[in-house]
């Protein structure tokens, strides 16, 4: 099975709630984990990313948290939009190549005004 | 700068018919991919190129043929098209320092009927 899954393949929230979307990976030498955003019809986009000397890492209305005991990846998303709406991927590097990364299947997030 | 770009967006192939997917960046990126997206799935590695003149097997490669003869190129081949290889194709880039983060084309979409 792949190393990296998603424990909701969707999630449906208000518009200005907080959505967490959550991803399990199972190897345990990647150290470096991103999650990146993928509108309809577009190819991936870039959100945040963590390494493994990390635990938290923020960004601009995301933060990203990475529970390294049980190999459990997060992406909180603040006070979320419309234009939030889209499948968002979490990926990891595995294998020891660091410039190869293995995605999940994705969650898809609907966001209602 | 473009950053990455694919051509064509669509197209359809008859069984055992051939093409080229094109791949380009202008951000002097060392390493390049090539993914297929199949529907509700994440992203799975076909090839991947650490420079011009070095490519490799990815996770998906049975079907396919690269090359990578400059820094910005990067073609896929297909030869004798199937069913099976109906999908969205991504290319990706990213350089060798710092982050890992992958930059993504917009994606060709192929039907193969």
């Known amino acids: 099975g792949e190393s990296v899954g998603l424990h909701l393949p969707t999630l449906s929230v208000q518009e200005g709630d907080n959505s967490i979307i959550n991803c399990a990976y199972s190897?345990?030498?990647?150290?470096?984990f991103i999650w990146y955003k993928q509108e309809s019809g577009k190819g991936p986009q870039f959100i945040i990313d963590?390494?493994?000397?990390?635990d938290k890492r923020q960004g601009q209305r995301v933060t990203v948290l990475l529970n390294k005991t049980v190999k459990h990846l997060s992406l909180q998303i603040a006070a979320t939009q419309p234009g939030d709406s889209a499948v968002y991927f979490c990926a990891e590097n595995s294998g020891g190549s660091n410039y190869k990364l293995t995605f999940g299947k994705g969650t898809l997030l609907t966001v209602n005004p | 700068n473009a950053g990455v770009t694919q051509t064509p967006k669509f197209r359809i192939l008859k069984i055992g018919q051939s093409m080229t997917l094109q791949c380009a960046q202008d951000?002097?990126?060392?390493?390049m991919y090539w993914y297929r997206q199949d529907p509700g799935m994440g992203l799975k590695l076909i090839y991947y190129s650490v420079g011009a003149g070095i490519t490799d097997k990815g996770e998906v490669p049975n079907g396919y043929n690269v090359s990578r003869s400059t820094t910005e190129d990067f073609p896929l081949r297909l030869e004798l098209a199937a069913p099976s290889q109906t999908s969205v194709y991504f290319c990706a880039s990213s350089y060798t320092g710092g982050s890992y983060e992958q930059y993504f084309g917009p994606g060709t979409r192929l039907t193969v009927t």
């Open positions: 951000m002097n990126h060392n390493y």
């Open positions: 190897n345990s030498a990647s150290d470096y």
């Open positions: 963590i390494r493994s000397n990390m």
